[in-house]
């Protein structure tokens, strides 16, 4: 098992940045993907940001990448993303996710990861 733990949220007003952090523990070794999601009420879980544990690789949503980035501590298993320009509309729970299998037709995939953390909420106002 892997454990996931958010941190980093609030509440922000437009235009603000935000760091999330997402630190993983157990059984890490097993971890190839980590990911963030963000829910918001009313509408689908959405993907955000992955990174290719082994690998390195980031991918981001595209409608996300000129205001998101994702980094990664490999000695620390901790995931974090940077959001700037926020806008009332990324209002939302970010999740934070994992799962043993990378691939490049999943890594967006919600439904595709085992491991979750609980969330963190981030509430931006206008």
């Known amino acids: 098992q892997v454990q996931l733990l958010e941190s980093g949220g609030g509440l922000v007003q437009a235009g603000d940045s935000l760091r999330l952090s997402c630190a993983a523990s157990g059984r890490t070794f097993s971890m190839n993907v980590m990911a963030w999601f963000r829910q918001a009420p009313g509408k689908e879980r959405e993907f955000v940001a992955a990174i290719n544990w082994s690998g390195g690789e980031i991918y981001l949503a595209d409608s996300m990448k000129r205001r998101f980035s994702a980094s990664r501590d490999v000695a620390k298993k901790t995931m974090a993303l940077e959001m700037n320009s926020l806008k009332p509309e990324d209002t939302a729970v970010y999740y934070c996710?994992?799962?043993?299998?990378?691939?490049?037709?999943?890594?967006?995939?919600?439904?595709?990861?085992?491991?979750w953390g609980q969330g963190t909420q981030v509430t931006v106002s206008s």
């Open positions: 996710a994992a799962d043993p299998r990378f691939t490049l037709t999943n890594y967006a995939n919600y439904l595709k990861y085992n491991y």
